[in-house]
């Protein structure tokens, strides 16, 4: 698809922007400073795709997106890809002698990095910011006393030096990333192996019904339909109001899922598909030039 506009969580040097350089071929990128600024764009027709964090291994879910998804914009996710984070302390190269008084990163980033800080800035303020990249872009203006937590990509973007690497606190750190379109077209991605399909659906339950949820769950389970997430998240109607958020290990079809969208509304539930969807596992390369 020539011309595909692509729309991600900036500035320059996210590790959205990371994922979105290595899956998509071509198209021009557009950074947004904010996950709702990234979707509205999709939204009003300003961007065709936008590309969002979705859940993290260490920290989970990102609730912004998921309820921005449900509750402001009418999209579909039409693919998803998992990324690995690695996290860095970074620091303005002019003032590497200064002691570091203030940490800017994301608050999943800084979370992440939990230990690694308890132990070696207690006393360091931290300071939230949109992204990691917006972190790092702030310590490449004025870098005295200040250091980021970004990926290598962002300190090479903004001229910082990575004083340490790896510093989350896990090793198996990823982050899957959702590819959102509000009408369905067809990506022109790179070559990269799809390591299964998925189906995001919507669950509704009807207040006061006992036993509903083993209800839902059975629905699947009989048809024998893996279930690789089940999350709760509040309808924002009301104290104990709630949908789940169910990924389905296998495409949408014509005769399991109708199945279950029929067995459901029998028991007055609500089931919605949010996408069905190839995943990508990405290896995003280093940058060509090390700080």
Not at 38 to 65: F, K, R
Not at 176 to 197: C, I
Not at 224 to 231: D, T, V
Not at 249 to 257: A, G, I
């Amino acid at each position: 698809m020539k011309g595909q506009k692509i729309g991600y969580l900036g500035p320059r040097g996210t590790f959205t922007k990371m994922a979105v350089d290595s899956l998509f071929d071509g198209g021009s990128f557009i950074s947004y400073e904010s996950i709702p600024a990234c979707l509205d764009a999709v939204e009003q027709g300003e961007i065709d795709t936008g590309v969002v964090p979705l859940e993290n291994a260490i920290e989970g879910s990102v609730h912004l997106t998921i309820d921005y998804l449900v509750h402001q914009v009418n999209q579909s996710i039409i693919a998803e890809m998992t990324v690995p984070i690695k996290q860095h302390l970074c620091i303005h190269p002019d003032h590497a002698d200064e002691q570091v008084r203030k940490i800017y990163s994301h608050s999943h980033a800084i979370a992440q990095c939990h230990q690694y800080l308890h132990k070696n800035f207690p006393d360091a303020k931290l300071e939230y910011t949109a992204s990691t990249g917006r972190a790092a872009e702030i310590v490449g203006e004025d870098g005295k006393g200040t250091a980021a937590i970004c990926n290598a990509l962002a300190a090479e973007e903004y001229g910082l030096k990575i004083v340490e690497e790896n510093i989350h606190d896990y090793d198996n750190n990823h982050t899957r990333f959702a590819v959102v379109q509000k009408t369905p077209k067809t990506l022109k991605v790179k070559d990269h192996p799809v390591s299964k399909h998925k189906t995001t659906v919507m669950v509704t339950l009807p207040k006061d019904y006992v036993g509903a949820l083993h209800q839902v769950l059975a629905a699947f389970a009989w048809r024998k339909m893996n279930l690789s997430k089940i999350e709760s998240r509040p309808l924002k109607t009301g104290l104990g109001n709630y949908f789940f958020l169910i990924d389905v290990d296998q495409p949408y079809d014509q005769v399991l899922f109708p199945g279950v969208q029929a067995e459901l509304q029998a028991l007055g539930c609500q089931l919605k598909v949010i996408g069905t969807y190839p995943s990508y596992q990405i290896e995003v390369p280093s940058p060509a030039r090390k700080i």
